[in-house]
């Protein structure tokens, strides 16, 4: 396994939309293992690989308390979403240091291949439905900061590219 470096927002390639995954085989399970161990020490909730600049549709989310429930989600499809809304803290791997609400369906059902490439359905509320909604919009190329207003993601960006410089300038 090995860790992956994660894109910063406002990188450009976070904007990229994945293609899906056409064979769950030996390849798309080491990217999945590289993925689970990146989430893993960064640390997070969930990773897409979009956020480590493989364009395919692949999301890794671990949720538990003691993250030691690994799920992953290849060719992850929306097939059904509640009409209620829920307000969430969102924070994202690729936005380090900046958290913000955003207001998502409070229910979703997924539809995706496992690890073994087999399909399965899923219902999730909670962190969970916020997480696979949050990665999916990563394989759309989309940050969970265009939910926000143009002055907050501006201001953002601005930060992030600071940033940026700051850390090549201490290396």
Same mark, same amino acid.
């Given at each position: 396994m090995a860790l992956l470096t994660v894109l910063c927002y406002p990188d450009p390639r976070l904007h990229k939309v994945a293609k899906p995954v056409a064979q769950v085989d030996a390849r798309i399970k080491k990217i999945v293992a590289d993925m689970a161990e990146t989430m893993y020490e960064a640390p997070g909730v969930g990773l897409a690989a979009t956020q480590v600049d493989i364009h395919e549709r692949i999301v890794v989310i671990d949720v538990s308390e003691n993250q030691n429930a690994l799920q992953v989600f290849i060719n992850p499809e929306l097939v059904w979403v509640s009409p209620e809304k829920k307000s969430w803290r969102e924070g994202c791997l690729s936005v380090p240091e900046y958290y913000d609400e955003v207001d998502r369906p409070a229910v979703v059902?997924? #539809?995706? &291949?496992?690890?073994? @490439? #087999? %399909? /399965? !359905?899923?219902?999730?509320? @909670? +962190? &969970? *439905?916020?997480?696979? $909604?949050? %990665?999916?919009?990563? +394989? $759309? @190329?989309?940050? /969970?900061? !265009?939910? &926000? *207003?143009?002055?907050?993601?501006? =201001?953002? *960006? &601005?930060?992030?590219?600071? =940033?940026? #410089?700051e850390l090549v300038g201490q290396r």
């Open positions: 059902r997924v #539809k995706a &291949l496992d690890i073994h @490439g #087999k %399909e /399965f !359905e899923v219902e999730a509320d @909670g +962190l &969970l *439905s916020v997480c696979l $909604q949050h %990665e999916m919009d990563h +394989l $759309q @190329g989309k940050v /969970f900061v !265009e939910y &926000l *207003s143009m002055l907050k993601r501006t =201001r953002i *960006s &601005l930060k992030m590219k600071k =940033r940026a #410089k």
